[in-house]
């Protein structure tokens, strides 16, 4: 064992104030054998907290914080200095907090980033365990502020006055955690490693995450301390528009009221049997209309009003001869019941209403004074040019080609299907693209189904379904592409009336660039349209505004909708929903009908299991 103050190197950097890498901790030197070189084992662990780095950036309890844990790896040949060389980081880092602060889980490992050698992040209380894999973390020889977890904290409370400096302690269990691998050391040292850093916790950074506060004490923020502020006696406070009472501050917070003199109106000034005054204690009282004064809508065309002298307004009714109503409508006609209502008269069911010139529909009262339309038979032929006939329950006929459907297949029949592992199996995807030459996927050429480079079908459409989102997009819009061109269409869909304009916006560079936060929301959207659109949906919004799928058109207005979800419809009570045409239903064209047995089952299976994508090829 060495001593770390004479022969172990210490990292910090003026970059993060608050996160200081001490030295390593511990560092063991085994002295050189027949066969090697001698080495040590050492390392230091830089933490950089994401915020906190200042009073006027400080945080308030209940914030929470994201803070990178790295590692610094100074492992040498000995001799000191000596020449750096690799190691590996195995088993656990403790990450210990300020008291009062928690650990807040993240994801499927609880870590809010981390290196693929990270297996968890788990805490308990203000203490964060941070545990490797089985193959830890390789650390190059050298390597200095190496990521390998970011985790989150909240910050706990209370906050004491003013800015207070708080401390992250992180450290390997006692001369554990580096080993040297460098193949120069004979033998492999075992070490550890610790850090520290810290942030500022604030009373406050503004006024508003100070508690109380009013009207006449508004809440301050001096030099991260909560306090208050009393507005002068001149300040208007509490119910502006009481008419018998106002209000102002009395300069030591409270609001006190000053009520008006008995002859201050008060009150509805417009109110026809009553009106309003105070009576000096801050209430406002009525003075009633005698009997003989008009009041209410003078326009009522079965009722007039008048005061009661109490201060109330009481109708008189027309009698029933009177007129009321629109008079011009269809199937029902108004008049004066003689209790001051309006009444309504049906037309028999037999008036004709309505447009009767409708393809699909006529139109005739139903008796209840409402115009309802009568459904031609879903036999009834109304657009021979499309091959439609009427739903039996719309009025408009159906506006999808029915002579020449598309046919549409998902990733997994084309991966399924790019092969002759079985007997009468064909490789229809090659087929498929050996038609128009070539496909092009987010800027790269498919050109045949072999496996091991990114030119292969099956290395697009053969990744893991929940994998990453750039090579699930990938996947989705190969199947596309080989379904517009097994329609006789381009490959690039253009010319493709049902996937072309879902294809050109997410066939583009900013949408099939590796995944970010910037285009994480695209891609998840074009995944979700591609694969509704490649199982014969209906890509669009609901009534709702979340992303469906639909199936089908509404009876009533021809909106998207499926069976469960008639948001979209005018009327989603009554409205049923009339099946589009599915092309996942239609056959495929002539050549490839039957398709026959899926024939790369095998060869999809080994496309999972390596390493190639259409974007990268070791």
């Known amino acids: 064992m060495c001593s770390c103050r004479s022969t172990c190197r210490k990292f910090t950097t003026a970059r993060w104030p608050l996160a200081i890498a001490i030295l390593a901790a511990f560092c063991i030197v085994a002295p050189p054998t027949a066969f090697g070189q001698a080495c040590q084992a050492s390392g230091a662990i830089p933490i950089f907290p994401s915020a906190g780095g200042s009073c006027a950036t400080g945080l308030v309890p209940g914030q929470t914080l994201d803070t990178a844990i790295t590692l610094a790896n100074t492992s040498s040949t000995t001799p000191l200095p000596g020449v750096p060389v690799s190691a590996v980081w195995t088993g656990i880092i403790t990450v210990t907090y300020p008291v009062g602060d928690t650990f807040v889980s993240v994801g499927l490992t609880g870590c809010v980033s981390n290196d693929p050698g990270v297996a968890s992040c788990t805490g308990v209380g203000n203490v964060v365990t941070i545990t490797s894999t089985a193959g830890g973390v390789p650390l190059a020889a050298g390597a200095f502020n190496f990521p390998i977890a970011t985790i989150r904290t909240m910050v706990g409370g209370p906050a004491l006055p003013g800015c207070t400096p708080l401390g992250i302690a992180a450290a390997t269990p006692f001369g554990t955690g580096i080993t040297t691998t460098d193949p120069a050391c004979s033998p492999q040292i075992i070490g550890g490693a610790q850090g520290s850093g810290g942030y500022n916790e604030v009373q406050c950074v503004l006024p508003d995450t100070c508690p109380g506060g009013s009207e006449c004490a508004t809440a301050t923020c001096v030099n991260n301390t909560c306090g208050f502020a009393f507005q002068p006696l001149t300040t208007h406070c509490g119910a502006a528009d009481t008419e018998c009472a106002s209000n102002s501050c009395d300069g030591a917070g409270?609001?006190?009221?000053?009520?008006?003199?008995?002859?201050?109106?008060?009150?509805?000034?417009?109110?026809?049997?009553?009106?309003?005054?105070?009576?000096?204690?801050?209430?406002?009282?009525?003075?009633?209309?005698?009997?003989?004064?008009?009041?209410?809508?003078?326009?009522?065309?079965?009722?007039?009003?008048?005061?009661?002298?109490?201060?109330?307004?009481?109708?008189?009714?027309?009698?029933?001869?009177?007129?009321?109503?629109?008079?011009?409508?269809?199937?029902?006609?108004?008049?004066?019941?003689?209790?001051?209502?309006?009444?309504?008269?049906?037309?028999?069911?037999?008036?004709?209403?309505?447009?009767?010139?409708?393809?699909?529909?006529?139109?005739?009262?139903?008796?209840?004074?409402?115009?309802?339309?009568?459904?031609?038979?879903?036999?009834?032929?109304?657009?021979?040019?499309?091959?439609?006939?009427?739903?039996?329950?719309?009025?408009?006929?159906?506006?999808?080609?029915?002579?020449?459907?598309?046919?549409?297949?998902?990733?997994?029949?084309?991966?399924?299907?790019?092969?002759?592992?079985?007997?009468?199996?064909?490789?229809?995807?090659?087929?498929?693209?050996?038609?128009?030459?070539?496909?092009?996927?987010?800027?790269?050429?498919?050109?045949?189904?072999?496996?091991?480079?990114?030119?292969?079908?099956?290395?697009?459409?053969?990744?893991?379904?929940?994998?990453?989102?750039?090579?699930?997009?990938?996947?989705?819009?190969?199947?596309?592409?080989?379904?517009?061109?097994?329609?006789?269409?381009?490959?690039?869909?253009?010319?493709?009336?049902?996937?072309?304009?879902?294809?050109?916006?997410?066939?583009?560079?900013?949408?099939?660039?590796?995944?970010?936060?910037?285009?994480?929301?695209?891609?998840?959207?074009?995944?979700?349209?591609?694969?509704?659109?490649?199982?014969?949906?209906?890509?669009?919004?609901?009534?709702?505004?979340?992303?469906?799928?639909?199936?089908?058109?509404?009876?009533?207005?021809?909106?998207?909708?499926?069976?469960?979800?008639?948001?979209?419809?005018?009327?989603?009570?009554?409205?049923?929903?009339?099946?589009?045409?599915?092309?996942?239903?239609?056959?495929?064209?002539?050549?490839?009908?039957?398709?026959?047995?899926?024939?790369?089952?095998?060869?999809?299976?080994?496309?999972?299991?390596?390493?190639?994508?259409?974007?990268?090829?070791?």
């Open 254 to 618: 409270v609001c006190v009221p000053t009520n008006q003199p008995l002859t201050t109106h008060c009150g509805a000034a417009d109110t026809e049997c009553a009106s309003n005054s105070c009576n000096g204690a801050g209430v406002c009282v009525p003075t009633n209309q005698p009997l003989t004064t008009h009041c209410g809508a003078a326009n009522t065309e079965c009722q007039s009003n008048s005061c009661d002298g109490a201060g109330v307004c009481v109708p008189t009714n027309q009698p029933l001869t009177t007129h009321c109503g629109a008079a011009d409508t269809e199937c029902a006609n108004n008049s004066c019941d003689g209790a001051g209502q309006c009444a309504t008269t049906n037309q028999p069911a037999t008036t004709h209403c309505g447009d009767a010139d409708t393809e699909c529909a006529n139109n005739s009262c139903d008796g209840a004074g409402v115009c309802v339309p009568s459904f031609q038979a879903a036999t009834t032929t109304c657009n021979s040019d499309l091959c439609q006939s009427c739903t039996g329950n719309s009025a408009t006929c159906p506006t999808e080609d029915r002579c020449n459907p598309e046919t549409c297949r998902t990733p997994g029949f084309w991966a399924t299907h790019a092969g002759t592992e079985k007997n009468k199996s064909v490789d229809i995807t090659q087929l498929v693209i050996t038609s128009v030459g070539s496909l092009t996927i987010c800027g790269q050429t498919i050109t045949d189904t072999h496996l091991g480079h990114i030119h292969s079908a099956e290395e697009a459409l053969c990744v893991r379904v929940q994998g990453d989102s750039r090579l699930q997009l990938a996947r989705q819009l190969t199947a596309a592409a080989l379904n517009c061109v097994v329609n006789g269409n381009a490959a690039d869909c253009s010319n493709d009336p049902l996937f072309g304009q879902v294809f050109a916006a997410c066939n583009s560079g900013p949408v099939c660039a590796p995944t970010t936060i910037d285009n994480k929301q695209a891609q998840t959207a074009c995944i979700a349209a591609l694969d509704c659109l490649n199982n014969g949906g209906h890509p669009g919004v609901s009534g709702s505004g979340k992303f469906l799928c639909g199936s089908g058109t509404c009876s009533d207005n021809q909106g998207l909708c499926t069976p469960s979800n008639l948001t979209n419809c005018a009327d989603p009570l009554t409205a049923t929903c009339n099946p589009s045409t599915n092309c996942h239903q239609e056959p495929l064209p002539g050549p490839f009908e039957p398709p026959g047995p899926a024939g790369s089952s095998n060869k999809c299976n080994d496309a999972h299991q390596n390493s190639c994508t259409i974007f990268s090829c070791p």
